[in-house]
């Protein structure tokens, strides 16, 4: 098994841990780190590439370590956005969970 | 209308800086917006939509003289180490009806999104117009990338910009809403981005047009392309994928609605449209798109009948959203099923082009009438509506319109397209996606019959109005309605025109008839309350036994869709539907 090898079942590890907990975690929070597991597991993927590339003879692939950069960016905000949301969220209704999946009567006016 | 030829060596084209144009001018708008603060956003939105508006209008003309795609290289990179902008047809048709519907929407939203003359700013409004302007450019971005990453980090705007207008209101109901939908859409996206990786790893290029020429299909590309597209089918919440949508439209002012429904869900159907026709046409297999259609078809049926059981205006219209949807998806297998065929191919993508133009436009200006129906009465209950139409007939003729333009009236876009696919259909033997597009066709009578009964009723007393409805706002949802009721006028110019006859055509007549009479069919079986009786009536009694069988089956149906909105239950799904749709690339009869 060489590094590649290893890089590379190690971010698809990391997807299937971050798939598993994303689906059967109930808690925001934990969706949240679970969606930012994969991320992970997609960008060392990415980083696998880069370096398959450099076994061709080039010095190591520059185009998939910026596809990462901007893709560690696209994920920071999101994660951002979803956290500030579930702020929101507690603080308006004092629970921060997505059980109740049945969309509300609004309050009457 | 797409397959416009590819100069090679790809330069930047005659007109090319339009497109970063297209790009630039609503980003550097939202800008301003963000700087001058919210009493000018609206300002910026009022000059910036009909500036890019003409600048659509500016991008097709260029198309149609030079005859071929208008392309961009950024910086004068060629790719694969750069990256292009293009424009062909399929790009301009949507940056055009883009921008109609997001003026007639900035126009609709004009006098319920503004700051209060002497008050302090709120931020309702100012968000409300910032984020209108960053769907418009993530939009663009998305219609116009060369290539799947541009693409992604497109999609993830769009995203981003279409979330929180899910919780302007900011009630924890509407907040929980926006984060179900941005969980979602995360989990779609990041099967999408591993999707890309695959690819880049296999071709080292993400551009379009040189991933076109290179793809087989080896194992590589085909679980990219499973991923790939049930990646982008959550995002357009076809069902079984469909758990954020009517939640994110119970409580989002009736703007936003229009923009997701007609807009956003429609981008991530257009990049899937982009990948199976511009990038993988040799990998998709006729028994993957059949798959594709079946989903539709199981979201006409489900979409269709909770629709017809809903209690509020809104999430009838919201679920006849979830129904919409899959009708988008039934060109799939229409122009996938007989390769080789190249004419049916491409009347079944115009058929598609057309059926995502007209419900755009058709669907915002139905969400718009339910939202005013909605802002004048103070609810939107379907069994209290009686006399909205002598109070209100210029909301109810705008609903009524957009109503007969997604039934396929004729001269409707829905009609042409209706027509085009039809043909497709027989031309490739396929016979059962044509009682699918009438079947589809009767289901939205029933729950136009349904609303339009319900207001047309007369009420004993006055009607209670809670507030006056501005008449810009009516006219902006009439306007989107009619103009979708007479797109296939438009359209006729690429469309041979012996393909419209006279709405009344005794033929023509006979089919809208029996559609109609189909749809007030279902909707007397399905509805909740009894259609014609004022009050509900204590029913067991005096109701047959066809009548409650059928409520039944409408019960099941509901119940159905509860569970499968569950978030473990659409998640697992959605993983199956990968594995389904990589095992049908892998074992359907090759392309």
């Known amino acids: ?109 | 209308m797409s397959a416009l030829p590819i100069l090679i060596p790809e330069t930047t084209t005659a007109g090319g800086f339009l497109l970063v144009l297209a790009l630039v001018l609503p980003l550097a708008s939202v800008f301003a917006a963000l700087t001058l603060g919210g009493r000018n956003a609206r300002r910026v939105v009022m000059l910036a939509i009909p500036a890019g508006l003409a600048l659509a209008v500016a991008i097709g003309v260029e198309l149609v003289q030079s005859g071929h795609t208008l392309v961009y290289l950024l910086g004068g990179w060629a790719p694969p180490l750069g990256i292009a902008l293009r424009a062909d047809g399929l790009s301009v048709v949507m940056l055009l009806t883009t921008t109609v519907v997001l003026l007639a929407v900035a126009l609709f939203a004009y006098s319920d999104f503004q700051v209060p003359e002497n008050g302090h700013e709120v931020r309702a409004p100012f968000m409300f117009w910032t984020l209108l302007l960053a769907v418009w450019g993530a939009l663009n971005a998305v219609f116009l990338a060369g290539d799947l990453f541009t693409l992604y980090v497109a999609l993830e705007l769009l995203t981003f910009a279409g979330v929180p207008l899910v919780s302007l209101e900011g009630r924890s109901e509407t907040l929980q809403a926006a984060l179900r939908y941005l969980l979602f859409a995360l989990l779609g996206s990041v099967l999408y981005m591993l999707g890309a990786v695959l690819l880049y790893g296999t071709y080292g290029t993400l551009d379009i047009a040189l991933l076109a020429e290179r793809v087989r299909p080896v194992p590589a590309v085909i679980a990219a392309a499973a991923l790939m597209t049930v990646g982008l089918l959550a995002k357009t919440a076809l069902f079984p994928l469909h758990l954020w949508l009517p939640p994110a439209h119970a409580g989002a002012p009736a703007a936003a609605s229009a923009v997701l429904s007609a807009l956003v869900v429609k981008g991530s159907w257009f990049l899937v449209v982009r990948l199976w026709f511009d990038v993988m046409p040799g990998v998709v297999t006729p028994s993957a798109a059949q798959l594709l259609g079946a989903l539709g078809t199981a979201a006409i049926v489900v979409g269709s009948v909770v629709a017809l059981r809903q209690e509020r205006l809104k999430l009838l219209v919201a679920y006849s959203t979830v129904a919409q949807i899959g009708y988008l998806f039934l060109m799939f297998p229409l122009a996938f099923g007989s390769i080789g065929d190249v004419p049916a191919h491409g009347a079944a993508l115009t058929g598609g082009l057309l059926q995502v133009v007209s419900h755009a436009t058709a669907k915002a200006g139905m969400f718009m009438a339910a939202g005013l129906i909605y802002a004048a009465l103070g609810h939107d209950r379907i069994a209290d509506l009686a006399g909205v139409a002598r109070a209100m007939p210029v909301t109810v003729l705008a609903f009524a319109l957009a109503g007969l333009a997604l039934m396929g009236v004729v001269p409707s876009g829905a009609y042409l397209a209706k027509k085009l696919m039809l043909d497709a259909a027989d031309g490739s033997g396929q016979w059962w996606w044509v009682v699918v597009l009438q079947g589809g066709a009767v289901f939205t009578a029933g729950y136009v019959v349904l609303v339009l009964v319900s207001v047309l009723r007369s009420r004993s007393g006055s009607m209670p109005l809670v507030k006056p409805v501005s008449r810009l706002s009516e006219l902006a949802a009439l306007g989107l309605s009619t103009s979708s009721l007479l797109l296939a006028f438009a359209a006729l110019g690429p469309v041979p025109g012996d393909l419209v006859s006279s709405p009344l055509a005794p033929k023509e007549l006979g089919t809208t008839l029996a559609v109609v009479l189909g749809g007030a069919l279902l909707a007397l079986g399905l509805s909740r309350r009894s259609l014609f009786g004022a009050a509900p009536v204590d029913s067991a009694a005096n109701e047959g036994a066809l009548r409650r069988s059928v409520v039944a089956v409408g019960a099941a149906f509901e119940l159905a869709d509860r569970l499968i909105r569950r978030w473990q239950f659409a998640s697992i799904g959605l993983l199956m539907l990968v594995a389904l749709l990589g095992g049908l690339l892998v074992f359907g009869s090759p392309g």
Do not use: H, W
């Open chain 1, 1 to 109: 098994m060489n590094a590649s090898m290893l890089y590379g079942m190690c971010g698809s590890a990391l997807v299937g841990i971050g798939l598993y907990g994303l689906i059967v975690n109930p808690q925001p929070l934990r969706k949240i780190l679970s969606f930012n597991l994969i991320g992970s597991g997609v960008f060392l993927l990415f980083g696998v590439i880069a370096r398959r590339g450099a076994a061709l003879g080039m010095g190591g692939d520059p185009v998939p370590q910026a596809l990462v950069i901007t893709g560690i960016v696209v994920a920071f905000s999101a994660t951002a956005l979803a956290v500030a949301l579930l702020l929101r969220l507690q603080e308006a209704s004092g629970s921060a969970t997505l059980s109740s999946p049945e969309p509300a009567d609004p309050p009457d006016a």
